[in-house]
């Protein structure tokens, strides 16, 4: 899909990548209204202006899903106050049932804490770890070297590990090594 992309192969690329594209915007924007909502935008984005696209369709619109992210960001100024993390006792009791509750309070207490991240450490640990991408694919998409991407992700594990550290109903710990 290189070059302008047409209605088909936008309709293509979201049949192919369109669940991994919805979990990465859900992660940058911290809720799933949020993040179709980043998605469309972004989408809007690339439908207005189709020529700017050079080569790599989803690149791009990963570009722009980052970038709308952080204008999200930067628009609203400064973090709102921490939010209560998780419930008391009783939801650590429901975390350890069988049916799969645990492993999405897992995943709902893990976005809570990338909320809690400054935004370039948060589009830095979701494109690292989540993403799976390597530093460069990182700096590049975030238009900064890769150092800047190495010291975010080390800020951030270590915020992270911080924070679920004072969490201690959290259930998971994250790996000292992971870096």
């Known amino acids: ?75 609203r100024g400064r973090w709102r106050q921490r939010l209560p993390l998780l419930r008391a006792q009783a939801s650590q009791a429901s975390a350890q049932a069988s049916d799969g509750a645990d492993v999405v309070d897992l995943r709902d207490a893990l976005v809570r804490l990338l909320r809690q991240l400054p935004p370039r450490q948060r ?25 800047t991407v190495k010291s975010a992700a080390s800020r951030g594990l270590r915020q992270l590990r911080e924070l679920a550290g004072a969490q201690a109903n959290l259930g998971f710990e994250l790996a000292e090594g992971t870096s």
Do not use: F, H
């Open 123 to 147: 589009a830095v640990i979701v494109l690292r770890y989540w993403e799976q991408r390597t530093e460069a694919e990182t700096a590049a998409l975030l238009g900064c070297s890769e150092g």
């Open 1 to 75: 899909m290189g070059g302008t992309p047409t209605g088909a192969d936008l309709e293509r690329l979201l049949a192919e990548r369109g669940t991994q594209l919805m979990r990465v915007a859900i992660a940058l924007a911290g809720g799933r209204e949020a993040g179709e909502d980043l998605l469309q935008a972004a989408l809007e984005r690339l439908l207005r202006k189709p020529r700017q696209v050079d080569q790599d369709t989803e690149g791009y619109l990963r570009q722009v899903l980052y970038n709308l992210a952080a204008d999200g960001w930067r628009r």
